[in-house]
Each structure stands twice: as structure tokens, then as C-alpha cells.
């Protein structure tokens, strides 16, 4: 049977990037698949509207206010694409290149397990061969989400396994879970929304998954300026005002007690993190690229879904 999948991207001012990206998709294998295109523009202006009317007509382009930024630009896609009706909604940052087979992967293996939302293998466009952000787990007593740094196509199982958390550069979601569950909470995330809405989707009963046959390689992300290299009124406004930095603390706050299994686990997770962030050993900070990291084949090994 044929399957629906509506594929949302919000865009701002990178034209070129957002072209990159929809002519990758364009040479997507769609063999089962009904795929239609959303983009919402956020306020560009540099021309990326008139630039994908003009090259992909068939492109529904939903007009931002320009304060969306990424979550709820991803919900106003989600919205209009659920007029539409589709069993699928894959919901992508414009800074991707897809592998041809990525999105069948992905379908097919929401269809072989009941109640999945799936993720691919997110690998670095420079360095193809290593994964970025993907398969982050829970560890209270390390502060939170431990992310991984020297994993590679071949530290990974062969087969889907179940996760904590999908990191949201790429993520496909049954409609039904939409409609369960609502869209993500761009009030306390305007940028991470992925950090609360994958496990709460967790928590009420769906399975979290990363097919390592769906390949999506992304762009690095851009390292921000360390903390104490900013000004003191530059720091204060990072830590404790814009919810838009990484470096803020309210939405590590956040990330903890809605991301943690519990809000008591939530709130160790964050008073170590705290800890560790004083004594200089953050497991996010650079100290933790030179860290022994067993490959995800060993640490997920109870996790792998038989098909």
C-alpha cells in the first residue's frame, strides 16, 4: 500500500544550503511512497522562497514570522502537512544530504515495528564515515544526555536499535503519534525541541529507534564560544536569559527534568551536571573527545530490534 509521507524543513537565510538539501531529496527512491515537501520560510530574505519556486514548483512553501526559529517553524510545517492527511511525517533541518535509500529504510522499518518513531545514521558530510549526535543516552550520574564522539559506521549494530532519544536534524513520526501527543514545546525549547519530544513520545509508549541502514549526512554544527571567554553581561544573558544559546542553563534545566526518565532523575542529572560543570568535567565539553568509548554495538547491544 501506498504511504504518505510529508517531509517539513523550516528554512532561514541559507538559500544555497536549503537548494543543496531539496536536490538531494529530489533523487530520493520514493518506490511505495507518496512524498510531498514543506518548507517554512522564517523571514529569509535572501531569496530562498523565489529560488525553490522557481527550481521545485511542486514545493509547498509555508510563510514564518520570523521569530519561529527551529521548533515551532517545524510545528507550523507539521500543521499545514497534517491537512494533507499523511501516515508519515519526517521532520529534517535544511543542512542534510541524504543517501537515495534513506527514506524507504526508514519507512520500512517504522512498518516492521508497531509503534516506532525512527531515526537514521547521522553522519558528518566532512567526514563521512563518523556519526554525529546519534543514539545520545541517559546517564544521571554523569548529568544528563551522554553524547558520543568517536563512533563510526563500524561501532554501530547491524540491526535498528531502541534509543532514549532521537536527535532532531532527522526524524520520522507516525501521524498517530502526532495526534496522541502533540508537536513539540517550543515555549521552553525554541531550538531544541528534540531534547523534550522524542522521549516524551518514549514515555507513552513509543519506541525510539535508529536504522543504521538510512544513512542522512549533515553539516558539523558550529562550536559556540566558550563561557568564560565572554563578557560578563555577554555571559550573564547566555547562562540564564537566552533560551536560544547552548550554553543555557534553564534550558539544560529543562532538557533534564523533561528529558530525564523522571523528574527525580531529572533533577540529580542537572545538580551533577552543575557539579561537573565547576570542576571543569563536563562530559559535553572537549575533555570528553579524548574519552574511551566502547562502540554503540556493545553499549546497545540489549537494545537491537530482531527483524
Known sequence: MLKNVAIVMP????????????????????????????????GCTDGTSEAVKSEFPAVRIVQGTGELWFTEG????????????????LMINDDSVFDPEFL?????????NERSVIGPLLLLWDTPH????VSPRWETWAGGWRHWYNQTIWTVPDK???????????????????RENGLMDSAR???????????????????LLIEPKARVFCQPNEIPSRVRSLRAKEMINALFVNLHHPHNLRRRFYSCIDGGPTFLHGAVA???FMLRLVLRRNVEAAAAVGEGEPPLSETFRGAVVGR
Not at 536549503?18 to 522564517?42: F, K, M, P
Not at 510545528?75 to 492527511?85: M, P, Q, S
Not at 563518523?130 to 549526535?133: E, I, K, N, S, Y
Not at 525549547?189 to 519506541?207: I, S, V
Open 130 to 133: 563518523r556519526l554525529f549526535q
Open 104 to 112: 524507504i529504510r526508514m519507512v520500512g522499518s517504522a512498518e516492521s
Open 270 to 272: 542537572f545538580t551533577v
Open 160 to 178: 535498528p536499535w531502541e534509543v532514549d532519544l532521537i536527535v532532531g536534524n532527522c526524524v520520522l513520526v507516525p501521524v498517530e503519534a502526532i
Open 11 to 42: 528554512v532561514h537565510n541559507r538559500r544555497e544550503i536549503t537548494l543543496q538539501c531539496l536536490r538531494s531529496l529530489a533523487r530520493v527512491e520514493s518506490r511505495g511512497l507518496n512524498i510531498r515537501i514543506y518548507i517554512v520560510d522564517d
Open 189 to 207: 525549547y525554541p531550538n531544541f525541541g528534540d531534547a523534550e519530544y522524542t522521549p516524551r513520545l518514549k514515555r507513552k509508549g513509543w519506541k
Open 74 to 89: 517545524t510545528n507550523v510545517g507539521v500543521r499545514e502537512a497534517l491537512k494533507d492527511e499523511p501516515d508519515y511525517v
